[in-house]
């Protein structure tokens, strides 16, 4: 494996006790207000909460009705945060989302209007149906936290968030994501169907006018989400981790020399330093989850398939052999010892 050498990080102040059990506090408020409407869906609660703390971007994808929207509006609104929904469609347009400038002819002035991006909470829904020029214009927000309308920048809110939605079935009319947009989500969640207990309990709560969103109320603030993201950042990480979060992203970049010839051969191309940065942002958030100071390797691998599974690039040979992300994520991840 490469060897890793770790710059002088700056001293943080440790984590307090109290500092851990305030933030399980919080995530705990926010996750009953969740389960209160959502049916289900936990591992997707998890990808929000993390995303949310480690300042990250969540791809969701599932054939429709699973909840997607509903869980984004219902996050939102738990946190008292501002909300846009954008609906991609193949006109959409750039301006329609960052915003444009007005002329007014009663001034001979133009206006700068502001567009749904410069909200908390953003959700782009069936973000793949919206053109490759569109689907760019979303890059300098999601990266560089601004956007440039008639060569002035401004600045989004803090806190902001960016939940896209896909469908993988219904491709008709659809634009494949650039990779390069692809790597700025910090996590792809992909949604499965709910259980015939769980789907029993949609049916109850429909029937007795209980599944309703948004929460009626927030419970926590976005003063709350700027703490959770502060303690997030001062979890600890110890040099065996980072080590082993390298030595797994180089084994998706040069897998001939890790990986069985029958596996490695579908593997056209790694992560980027991208997916390294991801791992070590959402392990410290799941830690706190947990309600620990530090990050445990186990931290690393249950995040595997959300943190790798849209930064590795299969070759056509895979999919012809139905050969999934998630299967070749595993045998990455099999191949380096857990420290």
Known sequence: MIPLTTPTLGSLPTLTRGELDEAARVTGDIERAFTATVVGQRGLLRSLLVTMMARGHLL?????????TLSAQVLASSVDARFSRIQCTPDLLPADIIGTQVYDPATATFSTQLGPVH?????????NR??????SAMLEAMQERQTTIGGRTHRLP????VLATQNPIDEEGTYVLPQAQMDRFLLKEV??????????LVLSRIADGTLQAPASAPVATLADVEFLQGVADRVH????????????????RHPDQFLPTDTARYLEHGASPR??????QAARALAVLAGRGHVLPEDVVALRHS????????TFEAAAARVRPDDVVDAVFAAVPTP
């Open 191 to 200: 949604l499965d169907y709910p259980s015939p207990e769980e789907e029993s």
């Open 158 to 161: 803090r806190p902001f968030l």
């Open 307 to 314: 943190v790798l599974r849209h930064r590795i690039l299969l």
């Open 275 to 280: 997916g390294a940065i991801a791992f070590l």
């Open 130 to 135: 919206s053109s490759a020029k569109t689907q």
């Open 60 to 68: 969701m994808e599932s054939v429709p009705g699973l909840a997607k």
């Open 237 to 252: 990480v110890a040099e065996s981790v980072r080590r082993y979060i390298v030595e797994i992203v180089n084994v998706t």
């Open 119 to 127: 909200a908390n909470f953003v959700l782009l829904d069936e973000i």
